[in-house]
């Protein structure tokens, strides 16, 4: 009997014991995490755990970790992760400091320097351009004054939202935002192959990369959060990153104007070059279909397509298409205050400047185009058989994307 009892008491104070080990273990587990990274990340911003002598259970603590860091290091590049690497000297400020406090989830491109002061410096003028040109009543568009809130849901299409990193994309077409998209929908794991998340951003089919179905924009907010909808909007805008791409205004036109119209294209030239052909080609039976013109050497001239933007009819009917319409049109760049401005001009410095910014450059990288890209050199040779008068009422018209992004006046173009 009294055997028995002992032994039971035994049996509770050593399972207790066991518990208190078990807890003891985890903690040192818990604790493991703040120190991985450690080395990965250097400097002062990394949370030190406290001194081991505060906390007497965890004095195993450093060797075991150190295990541990010597274990991840071996996957890192050779010499950037070695907990013996020297610090690099602190020369930068805290802004810089909180772009480089990520975790790692691959380890095959992990910056440990700051971006260059220059490229900071562009995003800065860039954004403070913006500023100044929203505040400056002297600049003055449609649509301009209004708050938010009185912006119509479907002008709310061009925003791209990814949850999973607190990501806004506006996407401007003719302005890389193929890549763009493409890189949204890695980021947030919206297509599956096999049930696994497409990593690679170019083995996405092109026909899904513009398929509104693979993103989750504002203008859906309503369907899917109600009245509640514009309200979180305005909490996402606040806390993530908002990015947007531009490029020189006119170069988006002649870029626009070669990929839907020197190209064949069937949906545009039934909606919009036939319109053209009949009003200002002398064309009253256009070809019925963009196989038929082809066949006999007709699509609208480059003056042809400037003259349907100029046309007041042409909004009267509907509102520009997306690949011509202005930026301040898609984006609202007044009410909406984008964290990163990114100019295709720049576009590799600036793509790789961003998804470090964003901390995603571990996750994806942004395709290098081998595209033939529209030249703006190419201006002249394109306006030259546009009327000079036409050239500066599409200047009035695009005038607010040139001032609102730093695109110069083209004079060259405008005063002859
Ligand atoms: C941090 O860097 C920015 C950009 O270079 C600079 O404007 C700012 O003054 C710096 N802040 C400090 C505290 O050094
Ligand atoms: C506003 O823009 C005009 C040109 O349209 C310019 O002359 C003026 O200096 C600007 N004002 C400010 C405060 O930047
Ligand atoms: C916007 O507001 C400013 C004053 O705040 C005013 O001068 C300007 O005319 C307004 N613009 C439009 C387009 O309503
Ligand atoms: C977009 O994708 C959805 C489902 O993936 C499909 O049902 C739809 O037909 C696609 N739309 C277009 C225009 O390809
Ligand atoms: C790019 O296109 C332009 C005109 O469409 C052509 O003149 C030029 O040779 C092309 N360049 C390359 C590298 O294909």
Same mark, same amino acid.
Request: hydrophobic share 35%; glycine share 4%; proline share 8%.
């Given at each position: 009997?009294?055997?028995?009892?002992?032994?039971?008491?035994?049996?509770?104070?050593?399972?207790?014991?066991?518990?208190? @080990?078990?807890?003891?273990?985890?903690?040192?587990?818990?604790?493991?995490?703040?120190?991985?990274?450690?080395?990965?990340?250097?400097?002062?911003?990394?949370?030190?755990?406290?001194?081991?002598?505060?906390?007497?259970?965890?004095?195993?603590?450093?060797?075991?970790?150190?295990?541990?860091?010597?274990?991840?290091?071996? +996957?890192?590049?050779?010499?950037?992760?070695?907990?013996?690497?020297?610090?690099?000297?602190?020369?930068?400020?805290?802004?810089?400091?909180?772009?480089?406090?990520?975790?790692?989830?691959?380890?095959?491109?992990?910056?440990?320097?700051?971006?260059?002061?220059?490229?900071?410096?562009?995003?800065?003028?860039?954004?403070? @351009?913006?500023?100044?040109?929203?505040?400056?009543? *002297?600049?003055?568009?449609?649509?301009?004054?209004?708050?938010? &809130?009185?912006?119509?849901? #479907?002008?709310?299409?061009?925003?791209?939202?990814?949850?999973?990193?607190?990501?806004?994309?506006?996407?401007?077409?003719?302005?890389?935002?193929?890549? =763009?998209?493409?890189?949204?929908?890695?980021?947030?794991?919206?297509? @599956?192959? &096999?049930?696994?998340?497409?990593?690679?951003?170019?083995?996405?089919?092109?026909?899904?990369?513009?398929?509104?179905? !693979?993103?989750?924009?504002?203008? #859906?907010?309503?369907?899917?959060?109600?009245?509640?909808?514009?309200?979180?909007?305005?909490? #996402?805008?606040?806390?993530?990153?908002?990015?947007?791409?531009?490029?020189? $205004?006119?170069?988006?036109?002649?870029?626009?104007?070669?990929?839907?119209?020197?190209?064949?294209?069937?949906?545009?030239?039934?909606? +919009?070059? /036939?319109? !053209?052909?009949?009003?200002?080609?002398?064309?009253?039976?256009?070809?019925?279909?963009?196989?038929?013109?082809?066949?006999?050497?007709?699509?609208?001239?480059?003056?042809?397509?400037?003259?349907?933007?100029?046309?007041?009819?042409?909004? #009267?009917?509907?509102?520009?298409?997306?690949?011509?319409?202005?930026?301040?049109?898609?984006?609202? $760049?007044? /009410?909406?205050?984008?964290?990163?401005?990114?100019?295709?001009?720049?576009?590799?410095?600036?793509?790789? /400047?961003?998804?470090?910014?964003?901390?995603?450059?571990?996750?994806?990288?942004?395709?290098?185009?081998?595209?033939?890209?529209?030249?703006?050199? =190419?201006?002249?040779? =394109?306006?030259?058989?546009?009327?000079?008068?036409?050239?500066?009422?599409?200047?009035?018209?695009?005038?607010?994307?040139?001032?609102?992004?730093?695109?110069?006046?083209?004079? *060259?173009?405008?005063?002859?």
């Amino acid at each position: 009997m009294g055997t028995s009892r002992m032994f039971r008491v035994f049996v509770v104070l050593g399972s207790a014991f066991m518990i208190l @080990l078990i807890i003891i273990y985890w903690d040192d587990v818990g604790a493991s995490h703040l120190y991985l990274h450690t080395p990965v990340s250097p400097g002062p911003k990394i949370p030190h755990p406290p001194p081991p002598h505060q906390q007497p259970q965890t004095s195993r603590t450093p060797s075991f970790l150190s295990d541990i860091d010597a274990f991840v290091n071996q +996957f890192l590049e050779p010499g950037t992760g070695e907990p013996t690497d020297p610090v690099p000297a602190d020369t930068s400020n805290q802004s810089e400091k909180a772009e480089e406090r990520y975790i790692p989830r691959r380890e095959w491109k992990i910056h440990l320097t700051p971006v260059a002061a220059e490229l900071r410096e562009r995003q800065d003028q860039r954004r403070r @351009l913006l500023q100044e040109m929203c505040a400056n009543d *002297s600049v003055v568009f449609p649509g301009k004054n209004r708050s938010f &809130d009185d912006i119509p849901n #479907k002008e709310l299409d061009h925003l791209i939202v990814d949850d999973r990193h607190g990501i806004i994309y506006c996407y401007v077409p003719k302005v890389a935002c193929s890549n =763009w998209k493409r890189i949204m929908i890695v980021l947030s794991e919206s297509l @599956l192959r &096999d049930g696994v998340p497409q990593r690679d951003p170019l083995a996405i089919p092109r026909d899904l990369v513009h398929n509104n179905s !693979m993103h989750f924009t504002f203008n #859906k907010f309503w369907k899917r959060y109600g009245k509640f909808a514009k309200h979180l909007m305005k909490v #996402k805008l606040k806390k993530y990153t908002k990015f947007i791409f531009v490029r020189d $205004p006119f170069v988006r036109l002649i870029s626009a104007y070669r990929n839907k119209f020197e190209l064949r294209n069937e949906d545009f030239y039934r909606r +919009f070059a /036939q319109v !053209m052909l009949r009003r200002y080609a002398n064309q009253p039976t256009p070809p019925a279909s963009v196989d038929e013109a082809f066949g006999v050497g007709i699509h609208p001239s480059f003056s042809n397509f400037i003259q349907y933007l100029l046309d007041p009819q042409t909004e #009267k009917e509907m509102p520009f298409n997306e690949h011509w319409r202005q930026v301040y049109r898609l984006c609202h $760049p007044c /009410q909406i205050q984008y964290d990163f401005v990114g100019h295709l001009e720049t576009a590799e410095e600036d793509a790789e /400047q961003l998804l470090r910014q964003l901390r995603v450059d571990n996750v994806v990288e942004f395709p290098t185009s081998h595209r033939n890209l529209t030249a703006s050199s =190419w201006e002249a040779d =394109w306006f030259s058989t546009v009327p000079v008068e036409a050239r500066r009422e599409l200047y009035k018209l695009y005038e607010p994307d040139f001032r609102l992004f730093g695109y110069d006046r083209p004079d *060259s173009i405008l005063n002859e």
